[in-house]
């Protein structure tokens, strides 16, 4: 199964861009990148997603490797609502639901 | 307001007992999931459906049944045969299928006693 790996716990500082890694070195061709985040006691909400090219929309950026073995979620300015889990999932036709998995993704804390 | 719903957020039972959770979607989403939730962990998916009046166990799916008559709800029954039922319920939703960006509910927290 194509997995993902993040690190366990990032910081940032209020106002400050935050970049948060995503590493899928076996990542298929057909897989999108997606990354949802989770609030505290709350279900997590979609993010971002993206195949080969840079993807920005209003919460947002995703920056992905030219090979697409890694990719990086740009939250331009951290605010302190932006404090969550961020999981980073490879979702695809042929990764199919052996691959609907979350894992303990990074946990972003921003310092006011 | 298109959504996904979930309730109880809170429920309690005691060891034994089933207890069958909700989850209901207005989107026209064909595609359902329930995922279990550990404190400090990732998501585990239990079952997921879809299309109405079928479905497919995920990793973690002992313990637990479902059913889909209905394209709008999916509930979820945690029977006595779940060894370690307390957790973090979450439902989603996708508009096809599991390639398709999911929405999630507000979750329900299930404690047994």
């Known amino acids: 199964d194509a997995k993902t790996t993040q690190p366990n716990s990032m910081e940032s500082n209020e106002e400050e861009p935050v970049h948060l890694p995503c590493n899928h070195s076996?990542?298929?061709?057909?897989?999108?990148i997606h990354w949802y985040r989770q609030l505290p006691s709350q279900g997590p909400e979609y993010v971002i997603h993206g195949l080969t090219s840079n993807v920005n929309n209003r919460m947002a950026s995703l920056a992905i490797a030219e090979d697409r073995k890694s990719s990086t979620l740009i939250l331009h300015r951290a605010t302190l609502r932006d404090a969550a889990v961020y999981y980073c999932?490879?979702?695809?036709?042929?990764?199919?639901?052996?691959?609907?998995?979350f894992g303990t993704g990074t946990r972003l804390t921003v310092i006011p | 307001d298109g959504g996904i719903t979930q309730s109880p957020k809170y429920l309690f039972r005691k060891e034994g007992q089933n207890v069958t959770l909700s989850c209901e979607q207005n989107?026209?989403?064909?595609?359902m999931y329930w995922y279990r939730q550990d404190p400090g962990q990732g998501l585990r998916l239990i079952y997921y459906s879809q299309i109405v009046n079928d479905f497919q166990k995920g990793d973690i799916a002992e313990g637990y049944s479902v059913s889909r008559e209905k394209k709008e709800s999916f509930p979820l029954t945690v029977t006595s045969a779940q060894k370690n039922p307390t957790a973090f319920y979450l439902c989603?939703?996708?508009?096809?299928?599991?390639?398709?960006?999911?929405?999630f509910g507000p979750g329900t927290r299930l404690t047994v006693l």
């Open positions: 989603a939703s996708s508009i096809k299928g599991t390639e398709d960006t999911q929405y």
């Open positions: 989107l026209n989403h064909d595609a």
């Open positions: 076996t990542i298929s061709g057909t897989d999108y």
């Open positions: 999932i490879l979702r695809g036709y042929q990764t199919g639901a052996n691959n609907l998995f």
